[in-house]
């Protein structure tokens, strides 16, 4: 085999992942893991239910797994997997507008959905509001009662503010929004576009975004309501 072969062989991965297709199926592969985060997640904090010492054992058994390093580990793969939806979202986006430079003088949603067309801003959004999270629920730096292995305490605390518990209730909706579409397109993409499966997906689709919906604000709302103190 010739070098110049060999050097189209070995660039041929790099020039399917930064194809079109490429990009989707990264969008949709990495938006897959962040589902499974988001789910994950969600079962987690619903601990916040059987009380203080389950948030604690819960917390304790994240921060012990491969000796403190498997909470590192996962942080670092979600991080790329953000960074990679990032980067093919708007890589796709940008491409899209520069075909079309000039649009349309009257356009007509026929199609698309509320979701569809609010998919960039809800995922920049929610990319604001988890770098907040972050620093109130994980780091404790714009907590003023954060207390260390204590996620009952500081959730409670934190949702005792009615501006946090309603701004995190509104995040949850816009997630509840991204996801709608968000996992719609990535189960077509992975092949579920046959139309015999295109109900079951758009089922799938929205009735997970309001268990997750439902699961995150229930939360808040208990606090709110007296039911977790």
Excluded: C
Aim: aromatic content about 10%.
């Amino acid at each position: 085999m010739t070098t110049a072969a060999l050097d189209a062989q070995a660039a041929a991965p790099s020039r399917f992942i930064f194809s079109t297709i490429g990009r989707k199926i990264v969008m949709a592969v990495t938006g897959l893991v962040l589902v499974g985060f988001v789910v994950g997640h969600m079962a987690g904090n619903l601990q916040m239910f059987l009380g203080p010492v389950a948030m604690h054992d819960y917390a304790v058994l994240l921060r012990s797994l491969l000796h403190g390093t498997g909470v590192w580990i996962a942080r670092g793969g979600l991080l790329i997997a953000v960074g990679l939806h990032i980067w093919a979202a708007t890589s796709l986006t940008l491409e899209n507008r520069s075909a079309r430079p000039v649009r349309y003088r009257t356009w007509q949603p026929n199609a698309s959905t509320l979701a569809s067309r609010t998919m960039r801003w809800s995922g920049y959004l929610l990319l604001a509001y988890i770098i907040y999270h972050l620093l109130h629920m994980t780091f404790g730096t714009v907590h003023p009662a954060f207390w260390e292995l204590e996620p009952y305490h500081n959730l409670v605390s934190a949702f005792q503010s009615k501006v946090v518990a309603f701004a995190y209730i509104g995040a949850m909706v816009l997630l509840g929004s991204h996801l709608d579409h968000g996992i719609w397109s990535m189960l077509r993409t992975l092949g579920l576009s046959h139309p015999r499966y295109v109900k079951l997906v758009r089922l799938a689709s929205a009735g997970l975004s309001v268990l997750v919906v439902i699961g995150y604000v229930s939360i808040p709302v208990a606090v709110l309501m007296g039911v977790l103190r």
